[in-house]
Nanobody, 122 residues
């Protein structure tokens, strides 16, 4: 059973940086995609960035390009999201997700962490 635990959220000021971590366990992830999603109050959950665990290939949402960097440490089974130049509109609960490559993020095979709050004050 896949378990994901996020950490690193907090309250920062606009322009600051923050690094989120997602500790993954329960299986090997060589055939998985992992990703960061976020959900602001009153809005739907949206994709921030994803990474293929084996190859390291990444995909970013338009708002994340140039400011956020997704990465993973295979030895530690941990995924990261480095967020720079944070804006007030980045305020949200950030979730870590994992899914087998042959499935979708909305499918029943996707696993999710409990989320970590990021609040950016302007």
């Amino acid at each position: 059973q896949v378990q994901l635990v996020e950490s690193g959220g907090g309250l920062v000021q606009a322009g600051d940086s923050l690094r989120l971590s997602c500790a993954a366990s329960g299986r090997t992830f060589s055939t998985y995609a992992l990703g960061w999603f976020r959900q602001a109050p009153g809005k739907e959950r949206e994709l921030v960035a994803t990474i293929l665990w084996s190859s390291g290939v990444t995909v970013y949402a338009h708002f994340a390009k140039g400011r956020f960097t997704i990465s993973r440490d295979n030895a530690k089974n941990t995924m990261y999201l480095q967020m720079n130049s944070l804006k007030s509109e980045d305020t949200a609960v950030y979730y870590c997700g994992a899914r087998p490559l042959s499935t979708t993020w909305s499918g029943e095979m996707a696993a999710w962490g409990q989320g970590t709050q990021v609040t950016v004050s302007s």
